[in-house]
Structures are given as C-alpha cells and as structure tokens.
C-alpha cells in the first residue's frame, strides 16, 4: 500500500487528493525546504532512534520524506550542500552525546562508592558477659596447653586444644550478627555500567540478556551517534591537514618562484653590467679610433697644406723649399740630441 501511495505521489503529485480550496493554501515541499529534517536528508534523524525507550525523543518537528530523500541525493547540488548537513546533525549528536557523557559519570561515581555493610548492632549485656567467661576459660586452658607441652605431655596437651577450639565455636555463635539481605544481594550480583549507551547491567549476566541488551533499540541508537561523531571528526581533522599541507605546499612553491625570479633578476642585472662594460669598452675603442683618424687627417692635411704653399711660392718665385727645408733643418737641429745632452 505504501509502495502504491508513493508512486501515485510521484506520479500525480502529493496533493492530488486536495480540493481546488485545499490547493489554494498547499505548498509543494523541496528537499533544500527548511520544514524538511536536513538530519534525515543527509544520514539519518536521532528522534527516530530511540523511539519507545528511555531515551526518547519525541517526534521529529520536522518533515520525514523518502521522496524528498532520492530527490536530494540525485540533486546536482547535493555534494554542496552534504557538509552544510552534516554539521547540523553533528551538533544535535554533540549534544546527545555531552548529556550522555554527564549520566555515564555519574552511574561510575556511584559503582566506584564501596557498599559498606552497616554496623553491628551493640551486643547486650549478657552476651558480653557470656564472651567475657569464655575468653577466660580460653586463656587458662591456652596456658595449661603450653605447660603441658613443655613437660612433655602431648596427649593431655591435645585433648585441651580440643576443649579450646569448642570454647572458640561458642564464641563465634555469640559475636556472629547476621547480614543485611540487600548486602548480600549486593555481593551476589555486582553492577556494571555500559560506555556506550549508560544503562546499568548485571556483571557476568547470562549470555542472553547481555546480547539483548547490545541488540537493543538504544544500544544500537548511541552507537550510531558516537560512530557518525568518530567519523565527522576524523574527516574534519583529515581536511585540516589536507588544508595545511596545501597551504605548506603552496608557500614552498612561492618561496621557490621568489627565488627563482631573484636569480632571473641577478642574471638579468649581471648580463646588463657586462653589456654595459662591453659598450663602454666599445665606446672606448671607437673613441681610440676617432682619435688616431682625426691625427692621421690632421698630419696629411698639414702635409697637404705645406704642398700647397710650397707650390704657391714656387708660382710666386719664391724660394719656398729652401726656407722649408731650413726650416726643416730648424726642426731637426731642436730635436738633435746635442741639445738635451745626451750626446755628451
């Protein structure tokens, strides 16, 4: 009937039993709604784990539908919007968890108070009287007895301890007090305290209450919380480290680009200082070259000009080679190396 009702939901829509009135208030559910249980979407819902037992919850307030359920898990969004869930659910699993915890101690408190028995009541006075007659008969034989061993006579000594271990009988049966009935229930069957779930037990209870009581609703109940909290945790703590060695990594790999791009920076700069040394020396040689062309000019112009004077004077009638070539003579006696000495 069930199964029906779901796939003429599907088929025709929920609200295809309601009236044209009905219709006008309706409101078709999402799975992203937030009248729907998020818990249930994503995993499962604790109000519906404890359901009848001590534990109980009370109804969930909030909508419970499988539809709803395939129609998130299908969902392109539905890896989005999981974490967003599952930290809900493990917020509500916390507080299940931290009350749990709190009655856990208390019930270990209470297993860890020794049972004391209750006091003795007082002995009356003809029973003390009665004890006190026998302690001292028990005295005087215990001294005949070693007289009697040290002369010799095991026999007799014997036949006194006898007489002693009867005496001390009757003064047990005199000091002996019965015990409390919830004393000895207590020692017969000790308490134990469950982890999982708090609930007392019966230490060395039979083998089929104890697996009753593991396969119990709230038993299973907490063991799922305390097993999704155990997971959640651990996915978180994963991603945290996978976070910090992504942001390790990443840091490497900026301190590794930082140096890369100093080295490239100090090829670039040395690259630079040696293409301006190498212009300088360019530079220095072209100015070299200038230099010798502009004195190798300057000597063939003077040559140049002296020709043209010299033939000018000729035109002239001039003596100009004689008075070039004293003043040749001029130049070459200024330079001769009697005049600096060297000669000498």
Known sequence: MDAQRALLDELMGAARNLTEEERKGYKELKWD???????YMVRFCPHDLFVN?????????????????ESFENSPRHDSYVPRFEAELAHFC????????????RGRERLDQEVEPPPPPPISAEKAEQLSLLEEKIKNLLEQVESLGEAGKVDEAEALMRKVDILNMEKAALTHQPQNAATMMTQEKKMALCEIC?????????LERTQSHITGKQH???GMVRDFLS?????????????????????EERRKQREKENESKNRRSHSSERDRLHDRDREYSRDRERSRDWNSRGYREEGRGMDRRRQT?????????????????????SRSPARYGQGR
């Open 231 to 251: 997971e959640y945790k651990a996915a978180k703590e994963k991603a945290r480290e996978e976070q910090k060695l992504a942001r390790e990594k990443e840091a």
């Open 198 to 206: 708090g609930s007392f037990l019966v230490a060395n209870d039979a």
């Open 220 to 222: 299973i109940g907490y």
């Open 94 to 105: 916390e507080k299940l968890v931290a009350d749990l915890d709190r009655k856990v101690r």
């Open 53 to 69: 037992t001590r534990s109980d919850l009370g109804p969930c307030p909030r909508v419970h539908d499988q539809k709803l359920k």
């Open 33 to 39: 709604d937030k009248e729907v249980c998020a818990s």
């Open 313 to 333: 004077d000729h035109r002239n009638g001039r003596d100009g080679g004689s008075r070039y070539h004293g003043r040749d003579r001029a130049r070459s006696r």
